[in-house]
Structures are given as C-alpha cells and as structure tokens.
C-alpha cells in the first residue's frame, strides 16, 4: 500500500503565503506524476499543479504566478508553495501520486487525506 501524508494547512490573511508538504511512503516501485488538487465546499475536486518525474510543470489559471510546485524524486516527496492568497483559495487541499507498487503492477492513482487551507479576508 502507498501512503500519502500531508502537512501544511492552515488559516491564513489573504495575501499571505502557506507551504504544502506531502511524503509518499510504503511499498513503492516507481512515482510518476505527482500534483495537488483543491476541493471547495459545493465544488468539484480540481487540478491546482501537477509536475512529472521529469519535473515539467503545469499549473492551473487560477494559482499562475501565485503557487509553484516543486518535488524530491529521490525521497518522494512533492511540495506546493503558495503566495498571495486569495479568499477563493480557501479549500481542502489533497495530495496525489501515480505510481506503481511493483514492476509487475499497473500504474494507480493514490490519494492524502486533504489538509485545510483557509484564507481569510
């Protein structure tokens, strides 16, 4: 089994800046892609920034320039830095890798547990 743990959530002013951290650990053979969605109260789940084990990036409209996503492949790890908050940032945050347990396995989505990110006007 692959866990995700994350850390980093909090309350926060608007304009202000919060660090997402997330540690993947268990059985792992290999990590492709990680990233960070967010969650809204009422709203899907959506893409915030997603980077490869090559480390292209990619980021949706809303956080450019804002959040830049950063990983350690070597200890698989995948952090997300955010500044200048917005109010419309405030939501549940969650971690995902895709990856496989074995050489023999297919390639799963694995999921955190969500941390809270509140913003504050």
């Known amino acids: 089994q692959v866990q995700l743990v994350e850390s980093g959530g909090g309350l926060v002013q608007a304009g202000g800046s919060l660090r997402l951290s997330c540690a993947a650990s268990?059985?792992?053979?290999?990590?492709?892609?990680m990233g960070w969605y967010r969650q809204a109260p009422g709203k899907q789940r959506e893409l915030v920034a997603r980077?490869?084990?090559?480390?292209?990036?990619n980021y949706a409209d809303s956080v450019k320039g804002r959040f830049t996503i950063s990983r350690d492949t070597a200890k698989n790890t995948v952090d997300l830095q955010m500044n200048s908050l917005k109010p419309e940032d405030t939501a549940v945050y969650y971690c995902?890798?895709?990856?496989?347990?074995?050489?023999?396995?297919?390639?799963?989505?694995?999921w955190g547990q969500g941390t809270q990110v509140t913003v504050s006007t």
């Open positions: 980077i490869t084990s090559g480390g292209s990036t």
């Open positions: 995902n890798a895709v990856g496989r347990r074995s050489v023999y396995s297919t390639e799963q989505n694995y």
């Open positions: 268990g059985i792992i053979f290999s990590i492709n892609d």
